[in-house]
């Protein structure tokens, strides 16, 4: 694409020279004599260099400089100027000129310092291209989402991590609340600044407003000095308060103020202060029910609320079972070749993980930690899976077909066999007893299949003929 300069100098014979000097190098290039028009075109369409002259009448060269570069921050402006005096250069570069020419200059000089000037400009959006890409892996690698419902919850985090409105995470406990808060703060414009946590309900109601908004010297016994809370320290930040559902009426009517109009006041010290902070909220209870007994603020709620992100517990994602197996298996089983048998699989795709993901971490690293097998098997996972597993085979082994009717079963079988197969359909079809199709259609009916599962699939509507189905296994 060809670069786009605009030229601004009151001589209406130097800029026209300039132009045509410019245009032989291929740039596309306008000239204008007025400071005013010049201010005007940076309004309405984007340039990669300007060129302006230092002094100008009406409109002072550096005042113009400020101008532009608030319109067009990412522009790089080149001063030119007959008044070689040190103190007007110094004085341009530090109001964000890219460089200066002394007039008279000769066209070679000029044109090298386009070229070295556009060049650092692609340098610098590649730069942020990079940093972007990364800054994309970041925040996903650690997010293990194989399954759909995952990943519309992570789109969707993606999404309002542009604006700075407030969301509210919710979902049960180990859901993943904590994480999908940080990959917010990463993928948001604020990634830079801080990310600040407070667990409201880990801290003592008298200590969470000192903790939140800092206090003054005097302002309680113990405060020696004067001191900062949680909303100065994530100033141009993210502050995630995590189980908001646990603080005081007291604290509910502070959070709101500060929430309304962003000022709030250190305990103690009169001073109304103002932070630019992003506010992510979670809790792992029901709010809306809080708010019912009477127990939350309504206003406060629909000040959090504002975007709702609710993280669904890990039974309700089967698919993301035995990625996470894995995910942790690389963490805790580091350098080790450490898996699990099938039946030690088996048991937790078919455990209901109440301690969702967390429960699932702990139950591997437990597991590394205690086998000195690779191959770990149900002995080597914890007491809450075991006795599971017992309770279940007291049962007669087919725990599930009590209380279960046969298409819950069906669907408890198949969801087994693509977690331990780890969502190898030929496999899991094997296993099963059945073909790759008759599965495919399975899955379909529960609502088990997509895409990620296998892409070139032809699925049948119908379900497939019993003739089709293999008489080997
Ligand atoms: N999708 C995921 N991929 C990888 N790790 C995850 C995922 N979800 C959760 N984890 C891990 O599980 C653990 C629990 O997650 P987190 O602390 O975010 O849960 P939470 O919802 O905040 O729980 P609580 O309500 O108890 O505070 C963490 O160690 C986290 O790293
Ligand atoms: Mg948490």
């Known amino acids: 694409m060809t670069a786009s300069i605009l030229i601004i100098d009151d001589e209406i014979k130097m800029g026209k020279a300039l132009r045509h000097v410019l245009q032989r190098e291929d740039y596309s290039v306008e000239a204008v004599d007025d400071p005013f028009e010049g201010v005007k075109r940076l309004e309405v369409k984007s340039y990669d260099v300007l060129l302006c002259d230092l002094k100008m009448p009406g409109l002072n060269g550096l005042d113009l400089l400020e101008q532009a570069r608030q319109i067009q921050p990412d522009l790089n402006v080149i001063m030119m100027t007959a008044y070689a005096s040190a103190e007007t250069a110094v004085e341009s570069m530090k109001k964000g000129a890219y460089d ?33 890409q990364l ?9 293990v989402s194989a399954s759909k419902t995952m990943q519309s919850v992570l789109q969707r985090a993606r999404k309002v991590a542009d604006s700075s409105a407030t969301v509210l995470i919710t979902g049960e406990s180990g859901t993943g609340k904590e994480v999908l808060a940080r990959a917010v703060h990463t993928a948001s414009p604020r990634h830079d ?20 908004f800092g206090y003054r010297r005097g302002a309680f016994t113990g405060a020696e000095e004067d001191r900062a809370g949680m909303f100065e320290a994530a100033h141009q930040g993210t502050l995630f308060l995590d189980e908001i559902g646990e603080i005081s009426p007291a604290m509910q009517v502070k959070l709101l103020r500060v929430l309304q109009s962003g000022e709030f006041q250190r305990v103690g010290d009169p001073a109304i202060r103002k932070v630019d902070v992003r506010i992510l909220a979670a809790t792992n209870q029901n709010l809306e029910e809080r708010v019912k007994e009477g127990r939350f603020r309504t206003d406060l709620y629909y000040r959090l609320n504002v975007v709702p992100i609710y993280v669904p517990p890990l039974r309700e994602r089967w698919e993301d079972v035995a990625p996470l197996i894995e995910h942790f298996l690389a963490r805790f089983g580091r350098d080790t070749e450490k898996r699990f048998t099938a039946e030690a699989l088996d048991l937790m795709s078919a455990y209901n993980w109440p301690g969702n993901v967390r429960e699932l971490e702990n139950a591997v690293e437990h597991a590394t930690v205690m086998s000195e097998e690779n191959l770990m098997g149900v002995e ?20 599930w077909m009590e209380k279960l009717t046969l298409g819950e079963a069906e669907k408890r079988m198949l969801q087994a066999a693509m977690n331990r197969t780890a969502n190898n359909m030929t496999r899991a079809a094997r296993q099963l007893g059945i073909t790759r199709r008759a599965l495919g259609y399975r899955l379909r009916k529960y609502g088990l299949y997509h895409k990620e599962l296998d892409r070139q699939e032809n699925l049948p509507d119908e379900e497939p003929a019993m003739e089709e189905l293999p008489d080997e296994n």
């Not at 002394?102 to 070295?116: G, N, Y």
């Not at 600044?193 to 939140?212: D, M």
């Open 193 to 212: 600044g801080p990310f600040v946590t407070i667990n409201c309900g880990a801290v003592p109601e008298t200590l969470l407003e000192s903790e939140l």
């Open 380 to 399: 080597a996972l914890p007491l809450a899976l075991r006795s599971f597993s017992d309770r279940e085979s007291e049962k007669g082994g087919a725990w």
């Open 135 to 143: 800054r994309e892996k970041l925040q996903t690698e650690n997010i």
């Open 100 to 132: 200066y020419l002394i007039k008279p200059f000769a066209m070679d000089e000029l044109k090298i310092l386009i070229r070295r000037c556009l060049d650092t400009r692609n340098l610098r959006h590649e730069n942020t291209h990079l940093r972007e």
